[in-house]
């Protein structure tokens, strides 16, 4: 017993010293979303992060977005990459269950409705549903004017890049360029604000 005893301590003081560090580690990953400054992901690639938590990636180092298609809430086929060519796309993640989506959404048809003629469109991604039927209840009470894609497993956002534009958590944002490519994304809730912050700049680029 007298030898087992240290050793116990000294496993315990192991497992204590890596949850701090693990800890730490956290902490600098939420210091570094929030404090608006430039976060390289690799030596090709910059983003920046803004206040309001809103990161966006210079037009030279955006990544393909990855193919994102499928059958929709309504049970139709849809492949955003060939509906939506040339286009300026905003692709919602989202879920019936989910709090901050009912409040983020009025606020998602208002502006999709507002841009749509200037060549943006608007897909949501609908997760963590156990059936069709919620989601369809939810589009129909916000009276939402887009297709969302049915994804009740999560498999679509495991399609997007990893790193500091895939969509991590319910709801997230992201923007794809003209060109097919992952331009901003937001995880949380967004409004009309974050929104035009998001995807105005796109508009403008030439």
Not at 66 to 79: A, I, R
Not at 137 to 163: C, H, N
Not at 189 to 204: N, Q
């Amino acid at each position: 017993m007298a030898l087992t005893r240290p050793l116990l301590r000294s496993s315990r003081i192991r497992r204590v010293a890596q949850l701090g560090t693990a800890v730490v580690a956290c902490g600098l990953v939420l210091s570094a979303c929030d404090s608006g400054q430039k976060v390289s992901s690799s030596k090709d690639s910059r983003y920046v992060t803004s206040s309001s938590g809103i990161v966006t990636v210079a037009k030279s180092s955006r990544q393909a977005a990855p193919d994102v298609s499928g059958t929709t809430v309504d049970g139709k086929k849809l492949d955003v990459g060939t509906a939506d060519k040339g286009k300026i796309v905003v692709l919602n993640v989202w879920g019936s269950w989910c709090p901050p989506c009912r409040d983020e959404t009025p606020h998602l048809v208002k502006v999709a409705k507002a841009l749509k003629a200037r060549g943006v469109e608007f897909v949501g991604i609908n997760t963590r549903d156990a059936s069709r039927g919620p989601a369809k209840a939810f589009e129909s009470d916000y009276d939402v004017p887009y297709p969302s894609l049915y994804d009740p497993t999560g498999k679509l956002l495991l399609r997007f890049p990893k790193g500091n534009v895939n969509p991590q958590t319910v709801p997230s944002t992201v923007v794809v360029d003209r060109d097919g490519k992952i331009a901003a994304r937001r995880t949380g809730g967004v409004d009309e604000e974050m929104l035009h912050k998001m995807i105005d700049p796109l508009i403008a680029e030439r």
